[in-house]
């Protein structure tokens, strides 16, 4: 089994990535968490991974950190989740928001990834509770107070995913009102 890539970005087409590991090109699938944080074409990266054998493909994802791994591999024992949902779930939800998802048992956070319906994501709740082990049930970071909690609701109503309400709250002055919060969380969002 390959456990490790350690070598340079040849090239980058979402969601697949080629490293070149002493002249030799793996082509390595990334949920679009990694993607966004590997270096630059040419330079060094090292990819944790994991390898799938199938009847009619060999298949190799890639991640950046041990947590993302070890949240795939939870992921994929799940029955009717395979390596490509699995991806999807890191794609769309860090592997805290998963976390968090499943500790405080929000259905509705799993069910905005693509292809997670209302069933797969009641059953990703059930099988993965108490499986991400304390280590990965950090909460994200959660609004101070409760004009926060509104704003960052305001932004999700409106479409924005979990990850950026709450960069678009990191950027809010501490005590700022509901209706004025959501206007410069909107202006920076945009």
Do not use: C
Request: charged share 20%.
């Amino acid at each position: 089994m390959i456990g490790r890539l350690t070598g340079v970005i040849a090239e980058k087409t979402p969601p697949q990535v080629l490293v070149d590991v002493h002249g030799v090109g793996y082509e390595v699938d990334v949920p679009m968490s990694t993607f966004f944080n590997l270096p630059g074409l040419g330079e060094k990266v090292s990819l944790l991974t994991h390898f799938v054998v199938r009847e009619d493909a060999q298949i190799l994802f890639g991640f950046l950190t041990a947590e993302e791994r070890t949240s795939f591999r939870q992921l994929v024992k799940i029955t009717g989740v395979g390596p490509r949902m699995a991806l999807s779930v890191l794609s769309g939800l860090s592997v805290n928001e998963l976390a968090q998802a499943v500790s405080q048992q929000q259905a509705g956070r799993l069910v905005k990834v693509p292809g997670i319906g209302k069933k797969t994501a009641e059953r990703l709740l059930l099988e993965l509770k108490g499986k991400l082990g304390p280590d990965l049930s950090l909460p994200a970071a959660a609004p101070q107070n409760d004009a926060q909690v509104d704003i960052q609701q305001a932004l999700v109503a409106l479409g924005y995913n979990e990850r950026e309400a709450a960069a678009a709250l990191k950027k809010l002055p501490a005590e700022v009102g509901v209706s004025e919060g959501i206007k410069l969380a909107l202006k920076s969002l945009s």
